[in-house]
T-cell receptor, first 112, second 113 residues
Framework: DSGVTQTPKHLITATGQRVTLRCSPR?????VYWYQQSLDQGLQFLIQ???????AKGNILERFSAQQFPDLHSELNLSSLELGDSALYFC???????????FGEGSRLTVL | GENVEQHPSTLSVQEGDSAVIKCTYS??????FPWYKQELGKRPQLIID?????GEKKDQRIAVTLNKTAKHFSLHITETQPEDSAVYFC????????????FGKGNQVVVIP
């Protein structure tokens, strides 16, 4: 158990819909990262938050947004969903003092 | 941005043999290179990492080598066991502790008993 909690584990929805994925980082970790994992693209960095502020942005679509709350949990919002958004979305946290990322179990999104 | 490529995409080895996975990166400013292992249906987990001030690091049966001049690094697994079967991801970033990691697409390693 990495200490990173993601909900929901599985989500099935239709095209055009909006979903929210939630992540609770390890106790004490200030950084939260979101990654998208699809079969042909590996692990794609989406966005990083540090202590409530956006720190870095990767290949995140404009239809996607995220935030980190004062209690350090984070949410990834995916809207106007398309079939190609079906993927495993990982949240990871890090204390920032070491190089290791601690991944959650992931949220598997299926868009039909 | 950083581009990390892994070769080969799939590797099958006999139990007890060695496995080597190679990665290349594009950003000469990258100086932190971790390897993550992802078992089927599980989350990625760090197995070993190396920083640019060293050329090799070893931890029991796994080792990582780094060639900054050629911008490539490799994972070596010796005496492979069935539990080594997994997808291995290499990654790179510009700063240790700045974990915006750019991952490769992963290598499927299959250890044949």
């Amino acid at each position: 158990d990495s200490g990173v909690t993601q909900t929901p584990k599985h989500l099935i929805t239709a095209t055009g819909q909006r979903v929210t994925l939630r992540c609770s980082p390890r106790s004490g970790d200030l950084s939260v990262y979101w990654y998208q994992q699809s079969l042909d693209q590996g692990l794609q960095f989406l966005i990083q938050y540090y202590n409530g502020e956006e720190r870095a942005k990767g290949n995140i679509l404009e239809r996607f947004s995220a935030q980190q709350f004062p209690d350090l949990h984070s949410e990834l919002n995916l809207s106007s969903l398309e079939l190609g958004d079906s993927a495993l979305y990982f949240c990871a946290s890090s204390p920032g003092t070491t190089g290791e990322l601690f991944f959650g179990e992931g949220s598997r999104l299926t868009v039909l | 941005g950083e581009n990390v490529e892994q070769h080969p995409s799939t590797l099958s080895v006999q139990e007890g043999d060695s496995a080597v996975i190679k990665c290349t990166y594009s950003d000469s400013a990258s100086n932190y290179f971790p390897w993550y292992k992802q078992e089927l249906g599980k989350r990625p987990q760090l197995i070993i990492d190396i920083r640019s001030n060293v050329g090799e690091k070893k931890d029991q049966r796994i080792a990582v080598t780094l060639n900054k001049t050629a911008k490539h690094f490799s994972l070596h697994i010796t005496e492979t066991q069935p539990e080594d079967s997994a997808v291995y991801f290499c990654a790179a970033s510009r700063a240790y502790g700045n974990n915006r990691l750019a991952f490769g697409k992963g290598n499927q390693v299959v250890v044949i008993p």
